[in-house]
């Protein structure tokens, strides 16, 4: 069987504050400790994942608190205009992503 190519993706949470953060999402099976970011001096929080095409969507957990981003806290992200994000069966937002 062949293995799809994989794309290297990188994530990126500011969160200056925080004393951990994950990211979790349908290219993880939402495993909410499976991939942790590491913290930069400037505040952000970034890794790099090698993700195969498609469409995804995911979550970063900051301090064990589940958002989109930080500061991103409406629950109906649409009509506020974000289109980085689509609603959830638990009436918050996903973050979507794209990989090519």
């Excluded at 200056?16 to 913290?39: C, H, K, M, T, Y």
């Excluded at 001096?41 to 498609?54: E, R």
């Excluded at 930080?70 to 980085?84: F, I, L, V």
Aim: proline share 7%; net charge negative; charged share 20%.
């Amino acid at each position: 069987m062949k293995t799809p190519d994989l794309t290297p993706v990188g994530f990126s949470c500011h969160a200056p504050e925080a004393q951990a953060v994950f990211v979790a999402g349908s290219f993880n099976g939402w495993r909410a400790d499976g991939i942790p970011l590491r913290r930069e001096t400037d505040g952000n929080w970034t890794t790099v994942l090698q993700i195969p095409p498609g469409h995804y969507q995911f979550k970063f957990i900051v301090d064990g608190r589940w958002c989109c981003d930080p500061g991103c806290e409406h629950e109906n992200r649409e009509s506020h205009g974000c289109e980085k994000c689509a609603a959830n069966g638990f009436g918050t937002m996903n973050r979507m992503l794209e990989v090519g």
